[in-house]
């Protein structure tokens, strides 16, 4: 086997379990529910970046945690962000993100796991959800 052939195969594999991942924690994060459409749909008018907040929302996982009716996930152990969002700013949000505080599931360095753009488009999807009224 040829030495392009021998690294040629684990990249393609590589990046057909990336996007197997990816289909899978989108599915996850739209929910199962018969409005799983309608949150992209909602998104659609967002803007660029809280569309992108949308995408960092199922990329993260925040769906596996949080109910947010925008991203059609159904989460059981965080708040609500269907309730809670209304009562936060970006900058009440931008805290609650970095600094969870002591008590909360929430992993502390959530906000070290992403890059500043993605942490400000993920404000900015929960801003533009709550302006909405979504949920």
């Not at 488009?121 to 979504?134: D, K, P």
Request: charged share 15%; hydrophobic share 50%.
């Amino acid at each position: 086997m040829s030495a392009a052939r021998r690294v040629w195969i684990p990249a393609a594999a590589g990046v057909a379990v990336a996007t197997v991942v990816f289909a899978v924690v989108l599915l996850a994060t739209s929910g199962g529910s018969a409005g799983g459409a309608a949150p992209a749909a909602a998104t659609a008018t967002l803007g660029r970046e809280a569309s992108a907040g949308r995408l960092v929302f199922a990329q993260m996982g925040c769906g596996g945690c949080h109910r947010l009716a925008a991203a059609g996930s159904s989460g059981p152990i965080g708040p609500s962000l269907d309730d809670a969002l209304p009562h936060h700013t970006r900058g009440s949000l931008l805290a609650k993100i970095r600094d969870p505080g002591t008590g909360s599931v929430m992993p502390g360095d959530f906000a070290r796991r992403m890059s500043p753009a993605q942490l400000r488009a993920l404000v900015t999807f929960l801003l533009a959800t709550r302006a909405r009224g979504a949920g």
